[in-house]
């Protein structure tokens, strides 16, 4: 780790390689978003065609937001507030900064309730409560046994508690560290997963269900669904990437990063429907099982592999770990802001936010137990979390950010922090400007009239 001393935010630590900073940003990236989140969004809105507005919104909207954000967070050095302010945004700017701070820690909340889930299942495929040689190694009945009761809660907690204590530690070390290894090894798992996928009698259909699309299946409550799927997996929206572009040293490729992050993270997303959909059709599951998915099908995926044991129990392992390469990013964004707005030590600053946290995430783990039949708007605490912060906080954030660098701050800004210099680069920066101006704020606004009748 070095320091980068001419920051108007005094000195901030940098990442120590241009591949650190890759790692770490696809280590934000990538996470339950892609392999808990993805599979049960398009289990639930038909597959294929789901997918293909997912990858529309990913190039058309996600690539350039990531751009904004990064260039935001390279030009000013500072937390999603600081930044808004320090290239005078003016109220806008505070309210998107605001909403950026308050949506990480609502996902925080519900995040930690899934990856409290991980625990669960890496103890119970370690000790072999998951028994895979059963007909029906899990149904789910099961799942609601291991993760319904104050065991589960439990075990948020105790994952709200590691990531915090890696926040203590500082920004780059841990994460960075933890990054450069994992994500190698987990693409790599992901792969064997993927390979053993082909040898189940459903593959043909699991396969068709997610690369055929059907088009009647687009709706407005479908594209809302990508478009906040777009938004939550590349971690977009809130800032995170914007504070983590801060930390980025100089010779680090914007443009370039933004686009390995959205094809490494799109990739991971592919892979885990490739998984998960065979096995759904195999095992005469329905795709349409909700958040609880994945962790339904997984046993039954694993169930199929020699040893399949060790294979879960690694799997759920660097699942948890990737879940907390997420989870550190965002944390970051309210801690920078408490610790560089609100001028909170940094101590002070992570174990607010772990107290702000730590009591949204019981309100969500409760929502699988005791509290379960406490809703809002028809929803439970979970949902409401998700929902809310992904499909409008994340792209309202999006919007104002890329109204904001494609209008006000305009194509010298790109220029100089994507930094073009052949014909090439400079057309993709046009291209990039030309969507945030156009493309993005056109594509939210219609999404969210959609969605809400209007249109
Ligand atoms: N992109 C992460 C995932 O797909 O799991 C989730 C996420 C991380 C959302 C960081 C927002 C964020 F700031």
Redesign the pocket.
């Known amino acids: 780790m070095t320091k980068h001393s001419s920051s108007p935010s005094g000195n901030r630590a940098v990442f120590s390689t241009r591949f650190a900073a890759v790692a770490t940003t696809v280590g ?7 392999i808990w ?1 993805f599979p049960y969004e398009a289990g639930v809105h038909g597959g294929g065609a789901f997918l293909i507005c997912y990858l529309a919104f990913v190039m058309l909207i996600g690539v350039p937001v990531l751009c904004a954000e990064f260039c935001m967070g390279r030009a000013t050095r500072s937390n999603i507030v600081g930044a808004y302010s320090r290239l005078k945004a003016g109220k806008p700017g505070l309210f998107a900064g605001l909403l950026g701070v308050v949506s ?1 820690l609502l ?1 925080l909340s519900f ?1 930690s309730v899934v990856a409290g889930w991980t625990v669960e299942y890496s103890l119970a495929s370690l000790t072999g409560a998951l028994d895979f040689s059963a007909a029906d190694p899990m149904g789910h009945d099961r799942f609601a046994v291991l993760t319904g009761g104050w065991r589960s809660t439990l075990w948020t907690l105790l994952f709200l508690g590691c990531n915090f204590a890696i926040m203590l530690g500082g920004v780059t070390k841990g994460i960075e560290r933890m990054s450069n290894v994992l994500m190698p090894v987990l693409f790599l798992l992901l792969i064997l997963f993927c390979v053993n996928s082909f040898t189940l009698s459903g593959w043909r259909q699991g396969v068709a269900f997610i690369f055929s699309p059907d088009f009647s299946k687009v709706n407005p409550s479908m594209l809302l669904g990508a478009m906040g799927q777009a938004f ?4 977009l929206g ?1 800032g ?1 990437m914007m504070t983590y572009a801060s930390y980025f040293s100089k010779t680090t490729r914007l443009a370039r990063t933004a686009v390995t992050t959205a094809v490494l ?1 799109s990739a991971v997303a592919i892979l885990a429907g490739v998984i998960i959909f065979p096995a759904v059709f195999t095992f005469n599951l329905s795709p349409e099982a909700g958040p609880t998915l994945v962790f339904e099908v997984l046993p039954y995926v694993f169930s199929q592999l020699p040893a399949g044991r060790m294979w879960a129990t690694l799997f759920f392992i660097l699942l948890f770990l990737a ?1 907390l390469t ?2 550190v ?2 944390s970051e ?1 309210a801690i920078a802001y408490f610790s560089e707005e609100r001028r909170m030590s940094r101590r002070k600053a992570t174990l607010t936010c772990a107290l702000i946290a730590g009591a949204g995430a019981l309100l969500c783990a409760l929502s699988f137990g005791p509290a379960a039949g406490f809703k809002v708007c028809g929803m439970t605490m979970f949902n409401l979390f998700d929902y809310v912060a992904s499909n409008i906080s994340l792209p309202l954030g999006g919007f104002i950010c890329s109204v904001f660098v494609g209008w006000k701050l305009r194509s010298p800004f790109l220029n100089r922090y994507l930094q073009p210099v052949t014909p090439l680069t400079r057309a993709y920066t046009g291209y990039l400007g030309f969507c945030m101006r156009w493309v993005c704020p056109t594509a939210i606004f219609l999404i969210f009239l959609n969605s809400i009748g209007i249109l």
């Open positions: 934000s990236a990538v996470g339950l978003g892609n989140r990480s996902i995040y939550f997996s590349l971690s809130l995170g993270d879940s997420s989870t990013s965002m964004i």
